[in-house]
Every structure is written in C-alpha cells, then in structure tokens.
C-alpha cells in the first residue's frame, strides 16, 4: 500500500470530475520542508512559527524572523507558505517573556495568540515586518490564530498598514498585495465568519480549537479525550457555515487543523465545498488517494442529504452515505 501511494505524489489533486483541491503541508520545523516536498505539498497551508520563540531566554528579532522565512521559501522552490504569526500561550510558552497563563484559572481563554499579540505590539510588530518582507521574496500568506472578533482585525490591518509606510520609507520591499487571512478556530468567530472574510483575504478552520472551545473538551486532557468528536453536529455546523461565508464572498476556505487530514472526513468536506486542506505531511498521499476517486459534484448532494438527517441519526452513522462516493 505504501507503494501504491507513493505513485500519486506526482499526480495533479484533482476529483474524477475536474475539482482542483489544495493538499498544502502543516509545518512546525523548518526541517520538515522535505517531508512535505516528499508527500507532494502544493505548499504550506499552516507554517506555526512557535519554535522561533521557545527553549531560549530571548526573543527573536525581525532579522532572525525574516532569515527563516527566507530559507523556508528557498527550500520551497516557489510554492507558497501561509505563515502563522505567534500562538504562544497556555501549551507553548517562552522563557523570555512572563508566562502568560501559568497563573490564571482558564489559560486556554486567557491571553494568548493575536490577543498577545495586541497586547504587547513590541512582541509583533518584528514578526509582521519580517512577514511582510519575506512576501517580496516568494508567495507568502499572513495568517491570525485565535481571531474572535472582527475589531482584533481591524487593529491587526491598521498595524500592517503603519509598517508597510515604515518599509517604504526605510526603501525594504514587499508585496502591497500579500494575503492577510484569519483562523477561524472559536465559535464566535465562525458564527461571525461573514464579517470576518469581508476583510479577510482568506480563513483557514482550526479544528484543534474549534473543537476545544465549542464542546468545551480541553484538547490536552486525556481524562476527556474520548470526548473530543470531530463529527459532533455543532462543530460540523460551524464548519460548513464559515465555508459558506466564504463562498458568498469568493473569500477562499482551507481547513488546517487535523480534522483535515483526517480520512473519516475527506468526502464530507470535499462535499461541503472545501477546497484546500493542510495536514501534517504523513497524511498527504492517504488524503490524495481519497480525492482522486472522489466526485465533487456527486459529493455535494450528499453533504446536502448528511445535513438534512443531522438531527435525526447520529452523525457517525450518517457519514456511511459518502462511502464509496
Ligand atoms: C487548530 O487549532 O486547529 C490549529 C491548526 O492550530 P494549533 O493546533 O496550532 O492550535
Ligand atoms: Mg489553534
């Protein structure tokens, strides 16, 4: 079977009936780039640039942003990365700064991710700067985790506005055009996706969190593990709901959390309309091979009849109607 996959890593992703789909690579190290190449990744759908921060008693500054950026695009031989600014917090922390969430009740709501980000803008700005530099270099995303409300947008965008003047006038290029997007990993904000992909150049659904924050399921207690249900009918609702907003608004959705390298899952997402999912590298070629024999169209009319029945049968059940389609 190993076999059998590796012959798909040069096939173009597309379904029997034409559907080009993104397979892009998550990615936690700069080392990984070849597994990803290896798998056939169109590229980085979700580059988490948390180790830049960690096992050290600094911060790392614009340069050492702007180096790693630079040599990841380079080992990517022109295909694109969606870098992910900073989720520090709550399971990944940084000696050189006090640690948020050691000391408070609910670390996972507290100040963590873009709620950071704004707090302490010195903590930012370098990383968005470099960000906006290494666009001038190669295809590169700007992507916000924990996004919950459309005004940390607002404030993120005047940000990157003020540094783009900085870059004119120090003479350092970048790209006026680089897409800046959101996570949509809590509630509140797939419930507000449509405010959100009306300033956001694209959304990436985090299923790791979305999941946490909406069942209520702490991701990193194994005491609740077993409760921790992609297929629950509310996570599946917010899903399809941000993919909507995103298709009302020709905004495009990807999904990068592990619910999209997830197997059970591949034909109802396609079928709901998703067209671009990053996995970690190891589940590329499996996804591939479900895609490839897979009829987007046909798959459609099936999300339509799943959702339907959501109410009335248990939703693992239900999800036999994609097998084989
Ligand atoms: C997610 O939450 O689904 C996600 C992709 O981000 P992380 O796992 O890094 O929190
Ligand atoms: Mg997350």
Known sequence: RQSRLRTLVDRPART?????????????????????????????????????YMNRADLPDEEEHLANYSAMLGALDGRPITIRTLDLGVDK???????????????????????????????????????????????????????????????????????????????????????????????????????????????????????????????????????????????????????????ALDVPVGMCGEMAGDPRFTRLLLGMGLREFSMQPGALLDIKEILLDSDADALARRADQFFARLDESDSTDLLAVFDAA
């Not at 990615?27 to 169109?42: F, I, P, Q, S, T």
């Open 16 to 52: 029997r009936d034409g559907m080009e789909i993104r397979l892009q690579a998550n990615l936690e190290l700069a080392e990984d780039v070849e597994l990803a190449k290896a798998n056939g990744a169109h590229g980085v759908g979700l580059y988490r640039t948390e180790f830049l």
């Open 93 to 247: 922390h940084s000696e050189a700064l006090a640690r948020p969430g050691s000391n408070v009740s609910n670390p996972a709501l507290g100040l963590r991710a873009i709620r950071l980000c704004l707090k302490e803008p010195e903590l930012f700005r370098p990383q968005v700067r470099a960000i906006l530099r290494a666009s001038a270099l190669g295809p590169v995303r700007l992507m916000l985790p924990l996004v919950t409300s459309v005004h940390e947008i607002d404030r993120v965008l005047t940000i990157v506005a003020e540094l783009k003047r900085q870059l004119d006038r120090d003479g350092l290029a970048y790209d006026a055009a680089m897409p800046i997007g959101a996570m949509i990993e809590v509630p509140a904000a797939a419930l507000t996706a449509h405010a959100i992909a009306r300033r956001m150049d694209f959304l990436s659904i985090g299923t790791n969190d979305l999941i946490q924050y909406t069942l209520a399921i702490d991701r990193l207690d194994d005491a609740v593990n077993d409760l921790f249900d992609p297929a629950h009918p509310a996570i599946l609702r917010l899903i399809r709901l941000t993919i909507e907003a995103g298709r």
